[in-house]
């Protein structure tokens, strides 16, 4: 370490350490009259959330939970969710983030490996949770939360109800400093093989993920991302990565909240138009469901600004949304990194060309925002030109990346071999340090020596009047190594076929865009494409399913 | 401390620290068309400043100066101070700058306690430099700062010319990380009574504030502070608390900044004119001096927006900013405090209001930025209700404080009394967090057993319409310990005497305002006003002054 001047602080200063605490100041300084809604069931003002805080931060206590100890959530997005995102941290613990839609195993599983001890759970999930009761190692007492008149359940080692015992307790608690390198949140990653692993994230870091993301702006325009005068609902569970770490972002600002509880896409709708809602974020087949539904119909949704992001956006799917009058910006980020690490920028010169480029850039990752280094890597870790042309696995530098995946350091090591976060996704980065995603390193496709980017086929795909979702994925071909399948949802009442496909992409071949290699030798049009627990194209599903298919119908299914 | 969740990171996991290298990434991939502007002399783009900060930086290495080194500037305001405040601590130096408007002895006495190792030295100054050359003890080179055709000067061990230097050397730095509690910058505040007092700032204080300052909107319309399409350009000097920080901001943001050298009025409205300024900050005093200047006369300088700051803003200039197109939003820090604490905010009830009440809070300090932990406390140091009515000290935490004086660990004590920054500012909170200074506690006066706030007794009279200027400060008197005496500039032309204040201060007196004791017993018409090296009432001076001529004229000037 180099010896730069480091002076010990004056007797008395008062080190300020990042603590999740102080997100809270300013939110209610700015706009106390600013409300928190759930559903149209409960809403109440920015004074009121502090002090909700405080008296959930009594009940954990006296009900034993101490600093360092994991208390977990299962619960649809809600104001419990936020005011446990708060209180938990606040007293020094940890709050697990149970991801409801995992399979009981795997909820099991994770619940077991982060050594929850309390556990909040919504009358939702009751059934579930007393299946896996029996096997949970570490559990020593449940808190039910409940939007119905039921204040009581068949839940072991029962504490008691959330709004009872909040209305119970004091309303004040002095909340302590502690190290800011103190873990704040954990929840659970399902990669394609394995058990999922634990990330997490520190006081310090969520704090400044928190503070970075309010910077930032998405347009030269000087709109904000997410504005004071914004209304926020979010469509991205609390329980996947914080919700994005928008809540925070929120509370810091004093900008309204809409928690919709389970996401029933006819009352997002309702919300929408109810809370004046303009402020969203979500994954692309989220944003298809909701177009689909039946209140949207229709409807106009002028001045809703969307955040797209835990897959890549499609330009289909963009115009669709812009034809509803929704304003889409792409976003980039895993589990991994809190999540933010980049989101589309309109700079001076696309604000005055012309806008196709703009959408052009709009459905891309985007930007990195403030204090985000990235950097493209070959397969031996040796740095690539940020030319915009060269490919390799993005790996990045921020104050917000997990440190490593809980209990396995092995796995860790490999995340960080070289000192950068390796990403697992092959990107470009152009000369402004944009990145472009181009697809997951394992769902790039190899055919006859070439790489065919399974994402830039679906965008091309999906702009084919009649295809409502696509999925490419490359299966194994004796001859070529691997070969693009393409699997379609049709649109409704619309006929697609292999031939029409291919007729669709020879332009884009001519145009240079891909090579003839590139058109998907077979085609399968299903009602529905599998998806993971957080709605993404489930590539892994996919495969095994055409492997299936393929094994049960002799081969093709339709070829090209 | 308490038992926390603490894990060590994963092997090879890189721990980021908040180094000042890093706020210079997003700036050229959000916008790398932008401008840095020097005057009318030199212009050139954001990936620009990255290398010429390189260059510097190699200038700087190949001239000696190691990590945890001192390099003293001593410019106007200027491309490269902006360099100097990213090279200098981007190497692990120290950047003091030095505050020129000192007097020779001040700045002598600075640079010595400082231990500057390297100055650059602006050509308009050498002769300065020269004076003070043979009594500094530390310095060894120096480096020539110039615009004009002259490439050398008398300067003692010169090492050569900025721009010829920069020029010869690479234009790529591989720059280290270290320790981000290391001091970053430095300089020296002026007290009423002894030496200059240093304060320093560390790299993350320096990124913290920063990332704070970049969030702040001051309106729910959702309009920044300074939005990314802003083009900046800094009216309070460099030397002066880094220029508020300001440029740390619109060089993360990616902004268009101007430099404007040395503050002459009217080449300050030309640039105004010429690159489109729209965001400013200074101190009242150069507003004011601002719109009296011959290039002002007649201009609507509608769309730019000006934060105030220094010394509190009152209803008169706010007024005839307005008259001029001007907004201006008053904000409130101090050297200590790197120096933002809070700006004026207005919130969705005061949007909602009359427009006297926003101006009511558009003058005043303002809401604390996000992480500022305000609070008021007696002489005792016990705290005080945030009721809107009781006054009491201001003290501060937040992430950005000065963490003592340098090499005055007694002083530095005192500031940080009972683990809170003494601001010596009075000032009430109200149930929003909203501060409002009421006046600087050496300021306050104390008449017949009650506190007459000279900062309000200088709003009031400053509402006179032929008062320019005022300035309110309490003398010795033997019947009630003291008396406020009032110093006035009249505007051009206009009369104004102790009879006029008197009749304009009465209403207020009835409407309860102010009490009858509050009523100057004593007025002076004079030219000009005493003040400080940073345009601030130099109450001291005045003290001195008024003392001065009472023995000279055996007392009253002008009674009431």
Redesign the interface.
């Known amino acids: ?7 010990p ?8 350490p ?1 603590l999740i605490k ?2 809270l ?2 939110g ?7 409300e928190i809604v759930y559903r149209d069931q409960l809403r109440y003002t920015y004074p009121t959330l502090s002090e909700r805080i405080a008296r959930l931060a009594n009940v954990l206590t006296a009900a034993g939970v ?3 100890d994991t208390v977990a959530v299962m619960d649809w997005d809600s104001h419990r969710y936020l005011e446990a995102m708060f209180a938990i941290p606040m007293i ?1 613990a ?1 709050v697990h983030t149970v991801n409801v839609r995992l399979s009981p195993e795997q909820i099991l599983f994770t619940m077991n490996h982060a050594d929850d001890k309390l556990v909040l759970v919504n009358s939702d999930f009751v059934g579930l949770y007393q299946a896996i009761a029996p096997h949970l190692t570490t559990v020593e007492k449940t808190l039910l939360l409940t939007d119905g008149p039921q204040k009581t359940a068949e839940l072991p080692n029962l504490v008691g109800e959330y709004e009872q015992l909040l209305a119970a307790a004091s309303p004040t608690y002095d909340f ?1 400093d ?2 800011e ?3 704040a949140t954990t929840f659970y990653t399902t990669g394609t093989t394995g058990n999922p692993k634990g990330v ?1 994230f520190t006081h310090r870091q969520l ?2 993920h928190t ?2 993301l ?2 930032v ?1 998405g ?6 991302f997410m ?4 209304v926020y609902m979010p469509i991205t569970p609390m329980f996947h990565v914080h919700a994005w770490g928008v809540p925070y972002v929120a509370t ?2 004093g900008i309204k909240q809409v928690y919709p509880g389970r996401y029933e896409p006819d009352m997002l709708v309702q919300l929408w138009k109810t809370e004046k809602v303009s402020f969203s974020h979500c994954v692309p087949t989220i944003l298809q469901m909701l177009l689909n539904c039946k209140n949207s119909q229709g409807v106009d949704f002028k001045g809703w600004k969307i955040i797209i992001g835990g897959s890549s956006l499609n330009r289909a799917l963009y115009e669709a949304a812009k034809g509803h009058g929704i304003q889409l910006t792409a976003a980039y980020g895993m589990s991994e990194t809190c999540p933010l690490i980049s989101a589309a ?1 309109i ?3 696309l604000l005055a060309g012309l806008e196709d480029d703009r959408t052009t850039y709009r459905i891309k990752a985007g ?7 990235p950097a493209i890597i070959d397969a031996d870790g040796n740095f690539l030109p940020a030319d915009g042309e060269t490919q390799g696995e993005l790996v990045l ?3 917000w ?1 997990t ?4 209990r396995e ?1 092995e796995k ?2 490999e ?7 390796h990403t697992g996704d092959v990107a470009t980065l152009d ?4 990145i472009d995603i181009r697809d997951r390193i394992k769902d790039v496709i190899k055919t006859g020596g070439e790489w065919v980017s399974s994402l830039e086929l679906e965008d091309l795909i999906s702009r084919h009047p009649a295809v409502r979702e696509v999925a490419v994925v490359g299966i194994p071909d004796p001859q070529w190594g691997e070969r693009p399948f393409a699997l379609l949802v049709a649109r409704d009442g619309q006929g697609v076929d292999a031939r029409g496909i291919k007729d669709h992409l020879q332009p884009f071949v001519e145009l240079g865009h891909i090579n003839k290699w590139a058109i998907p030798s077979q085609i399968a049009v299903v009602g529905e494409i599998p998806k993971t627990s957080v709605g993404k194209l489930d590539k892994k599903k996919i495969r095994l399913d055409i492997a299936q298919w393929q094994a049960e119908n002799s081969g093709v299914l339709s070829s090209l």
Do not use: C
């Open positions: 370490m180099m010896q730069t001047r480091v002076i602080p004056a007797e008395g200063a008062y080190q300020y990042l102080r997100l100041l300013s209610s300084r700015y706009e106390k009259t600013r101490k600093a360092g020094g940890v302590p502690f190290d390198n103190s873990v997490y704090v400044l503070l970075s309010a910077t702006t347009s030269v325009d000087s709109t904000r504005g004071t005068n914004d810091m600002l920028h700079n001076e010169e930007v990195p925002v403030p204090l985000v280094e530098r921020a104050p990346l440190m490593g995946y809980y350091p860790g090591a995340l960080w071999k070289g000192g950068w976060l000369g402004n340090g944009a």
